[in-house]
């Protein structure tokens, strides 16, 4: 049985048009259930919680959220899972995590700008866990680059082969319309405003005005074939061009999604990859969202389904507690209504509501022998001394940094000596959420100061090697938040140093649980 779900993610720079065509997607297919709107508008965006003001005063999305649509392909009906980035400059580890949770991905450029920074950073991460990559380039609509430029950067800048699937005649105020070449068709705008109205011609018959028979020919012939497998690798990206605002190539992005992503796949878990057929249900947890309700002090743990047939009631055990609990009240995100949604497949997420027994990281199993790896925590580049206003209020402060490291906002680090935790992040934009949350869901008032501290790295070793590592630097060492010790150092210098010195130790920047 081939599956029929499309687990992917959106990436791009900010402002490239990722939030507009992602409400165009939703709109074009029938969008059964989004946890979190695209952008909170109005009484839904009252209703969350303070700490996400920083998300509309940075006009940032901090939190990803889950977005299922559907849409019938030759009498089946395919389920789209659309799981959001957070878009914001910062590379942040919550991206990464999520984007270990989807089988494909969007790229969208904008057309005037090519490829930015984070489109690139983004794509960075997608290539090491080698997830396919269809391109949009977006904003077709205005005048933009040369298309020939841009899918010229796209090959070089990203080292990809590039097969264009449609392409822009003319522009800006030339601009006829997208010649879709698998069709033959051409979508025509309208006006001076080119404006979509759903109008496709034949290109024979189409009236094209302007004299662009030569370039698109160009564009048709000049560029490799697509070729599934090597998109499927990572080693192709078939090339869309539209206009997320006119709602122009929306369709045959989703068309091609359904027709090309894959479905859902394999996952690693050590030596093995565990697939959709696997006999049991399987999943592990992307990420932990708390107090997505003020009045309640519930975090939902989004579960990226991996194999079986999961349903309501079914008792999982979470690798990081050993013993099965029982899931009553999963959240399906693709149900159309909440109440008579039981089941799920492989590629689905499930928002599991807990009071903190689940955590980032966590495989959940029927039998527990299975442990998915690749979800890691990275070293940390920014460290901060957490400095207390109200000294009475040291156990909150505790309680909170626990909880949001849970989550994955930050990382804790408790010094073998002395009092003052240490936070770590790899971007800046979760130093903000931090403060802005400590105060509103813990009401603790804390600032942060400068730490001696540059990195931190995960050690490991024999307990004899440890031991007489920590006899000599306890002023250098933390324990995390599962207790395991960390060396905390001033210099990437004095990593390197260290290292030289005890060859029996490993000095590891990433951590899995
Ligand atoms: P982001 O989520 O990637 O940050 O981008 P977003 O969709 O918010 O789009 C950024 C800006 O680009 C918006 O304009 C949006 O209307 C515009 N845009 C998106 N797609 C297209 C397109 O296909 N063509 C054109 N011409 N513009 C597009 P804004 O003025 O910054 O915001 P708004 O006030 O319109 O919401």
């Not at 005649?169 to 109205?197: C, H, K, P």
């Not at 091609?256 to 959709?276: M, S, T, V």
């Not at 813990?442 to 024999?462: H, I, N, Q």
């Not at 630097?473 to 990593?495: E, T």
Request: proline share 5%; charged share 25%; net charge negative.
């Amino acid at each position: 049985m081939t599956s029929n779900r499309r687990t992917f993610a959106i990436i791009s720079h900010p402002d490239a048009g990722k939030t507009t065509l992602t409400e165009k997607l939703l709109l074009q297919g029938g969008a059964i259930h989004q946890a979190g709107l695209v952008k909170a508008r109005g009484a839904a965006r009252r209703a969350r919680s303070d700490w996400m003001k920083i998300e509309q005063q940075r006009g940032i999305s901090v939190t990803s959220s889950v977005m299922t649509f559907e849409k019938e392909y030759d009498g089946e009906t395919i389920t789209f899972n659309l799981l959001d980035t957070p878009g914001h400059e910062d590379f942040s580890e919550d991206t990464y995590r999520t984007l270990t949770a989807v089988d494909s991905a969007i790229m969208v450029i904008d057309a005037a700008k090519g490829i930015e920074p984070q489109t690139r950073k983004l794509f960075e991460v997608c290539r090491l866990r080698s997830v396919p990559i269809i391109t949009f380039v977006n904003k077709v609509d205005r005048e933009g680059r040369d298309p020939f430029e841009t899918m010229d950067e796209v090959a070089d800048m990203l080292a990809l082969d590039v097969s264009p699937q449609m392409w822009p005649i003319g522009m800006g105020g030339l601009f006829e319309g997208l010649l879709d070449f698998r069709t033959q068709e051409v979508a025509r705008v309208e006006g001076g405003s080119n404006e979509y109205l759903g109008m496709r011609d034949p290109l024979d018959q189409a009236a094209i005005s302007g004299n662009f028979e030569e370039e698109y020919q160009l564009a048709q012939a000049g560029y490799p074939e697509f070729d599934l497998e090597a998109y499927r690798n990572g080693d192709l990206t078939p090339v869309y061009f539209g206009s997320a605002l006119k709602n122009l190539g929306v369709e045959e992005l989703i068309d091609a999604i359904a027709r090309i992503a894959p479905p859902p796949r394999p996952q690693p878990a050590g030596e093995e990859k565990i697939g959709p057929e696997h006999d049991e249900v399987s999943g592990f947890i992307f990420k932990v969202q708390a107090n997505m309700d003020p009045n309640h002090r519930d975090r939902i743990a989004f579960m990226r389904q991996v194999s079986g047939t999961f349903k309501r009631g079914m008792k999982l055990t979470p690798s990081g507690l050993g013993k099965p609990i029982a899931v009553h009240s999963p959240i399906l995100f693709f149900a159309q209504d909440r109440e008579i949604a039981d089941t799920a497949e492989p590629g689905d997420i499930i928002g599991i509501p807990n009071h903190g027994t689940l955590r980032v990281g966590d495989t959940l199993s029927e039998k527990n022998e299975i442990r998915f790896t690749g979800l890691p925590n990275f070293a940390p580049e920014i460290l901060r001394r957490v400095q207390l206003k109200d000294p009475t209020k040291t156990k909150q402060l505790r309680k909170a940094l626990d909880d949001l490291s849970e989550e994955g906002v930050i990382q804790v680090f408790y010094p073998e000596i002395g009092g003052s935790s240490i936070v770590g992040v790899v971007g800046q934009l979760q130093l903000d959420v931090l403060i802005s949350r400590l105060g509103a869901e813990y009401k603790v008032d804390a600032a942060l100061e400068a730490s001696p501290f540059a990195t931190a790295r995960w050690l490991k070793g024999t307990d004899a090697a440890l031991r007489d590592f920590e006899k000599f630097n306890q002023g250098n060492l933390a324990r995390d938040r599962d207790g395991d010790l960390v060396f905390m150092a001033k210099s990437a210098w004095d990593v390197g140093y260290q290292e030289e010195k005890n060859p029996d130790l490993a000095f590891s920047a990433t951590k899995e649980r």
